[in-house]
């Protein structure tokens, strides 16, 4: 996690020596929350690593702060980036926010049978819901705000409400007796959680993308199965109302290079000197 942190906040790596040295002092408020939100993980994590010596809120927010400040130092070396005294303080409310948060679930429920229930881990279409999660991570780090490649995000967050409310109106409305509201909160947390990355960029939309997810899980989660009979044999017939948006996401992950425009067509016929080897 921190790693995928360090990628989102030090793109593109082109590091000189300053002409000038630059430190913003402007408060954004969208921009003071998407690096409140980015920081949440790493706190979480931290805390979660250090659960038999479980650190307190102030270490952790020291931390966070040591932890923001590298990155803005490091910032100031990379004409790109612009660092910001806000950002330090932002980073180090979501890093100490996120060791409140897993001392908060450390408390009321412990990691045993009840956490694998609470997070459907016996069933095989939750586990691709969360295997979903890294692949949102690499989509929004590779949209980096461009409208087009911002289009794979949609498509893989339609394509996972879709399959959470399936999973819904399949399974949790009967077995767990859950409604569709709880859920579709689900689905917008789970969505959060994988476009964290793009949070900088384009916080607002991103927001109302988690939204979006969260409405149609929701109108999944509560239609009616007609002639169908509850059981947990139901994954081919969720997969096969969601495909199309996987479908669509592959469709335009390979057109998406097209965007910036392409010159001549040549065609190879045969194998390279060097493929024989």
Not at 64 to 71: E, F, H, K, P, V
Request: with cysteine; proline share 5%.
């Amino acid at each position: 996690m921190l790693a995928v942190t360090l990628i989102i906040t030090l793109l593109p790596f082109e590091f000189m020596w300053p002409e000038q040295w630059r430190v913003v002092e402007l408060f954004l408020p969208m921009d003071f929350v998407a690096n409140i939100l980015l920081f949440i993980p790493l706190g979480f994590f931290y805390a979660l690593a250090r659960n038999a010596h479980r650190p307190s809120a102030l270490h952790v927010l020291i931390l966070g702060a040591l932890t923001s400040a590298a990155i803005e130092s490091a910032q100031l070396f990379e004409p790109a980036r612009t660092s910001a005294l806000f950002d330090v303080v932002a980073n180090a409310a979501g890093a100490c926010l996120g060791a409140l948060a897993y001392g908060r679930v450390a408390r009321s429920s412990k990691v045993d049978g009840r956490l694998v229930g609470w997070l459907a881990l016996e069933l095989p279409l939750m586990g691709l819901i969360y295997l979903l999660v890294p692949l949102l991570w690499i989509n929004s780090l590779v949209s980096r705000g461009e409208v087009v490649r911002s289009l794979t995000v949609v498509l893989l967050g339609i394509f996972g409400a879709s399959v959470l409310g399936g999973i819904q109106r399949y399974y949790f409305v009967t077995a767990r007796r859950a409604d569709a509201g709880r859920t579709a909160l689900f689905a917008a947390l789970w969505f959060l959680a994988g476009v964290f990355a793009a949070l900088p960029f384009r916080p607002v939309e991103m927001a109302v993308g988690a939204v979006a997810v969260a409405a149609l899980t929701w109108w999944q989660g509560r239609r009616t199965v007609r002639g169908v009979d509850y059981n947990r044999r139901f994954e081919v017939p969720v997969l096969k109302a969601a495909a199309p948006a996987y479908a669509a996401y592959l469709a335009l992950i390979v057109i998406a290079p097209l965007d910036a425009g392409v010159t001549e067509w040549t065609l190879h016929v045969g194998f390279p000197a060097g493929a024989a080897e």
